[in-house]
């Protein structure tokens, strides 16, 4: 049975997402990051993607900063 696994850490912008996950390594934990961005399909269902079009590539790269700086302002580690 597979196991839902919630981030340790969300961060919103717009209709973009980056979720920091806590994993476990050989060398102790470490966080990872993986971004989306919601949108509606065509039936007016909410969806999310991983793929970015040019008018995202701004709102992307902000997120990331974002995510890299609450990374780094805990050492790049879990504490």
Request: glycine content about 10%; proline content about 4%; overall charge positive.
């Amino acid at each position: 049975m597979a196991t839902h696994k919630k981030p340790f850490h969300t961060l919103r912008s717009g209709g973009m997402q980056a979720a920091i996950w806590l994993n476990d390594g050989i060398k102790g934990p470490f966080f990872s990051t993986t971004f989306s961005r919601s949108f509606k399909d065509r039936t007016g269902a909410w969806r999310n993607a991983s793929s970015f079009g040019f008018s995202d590539l701004k709102a992307l790269t902000d997120l990331m900063l974002h995510a890299r700086e609450w990374i780094a302002s805990r050492g790049g580690t879990p504490r």
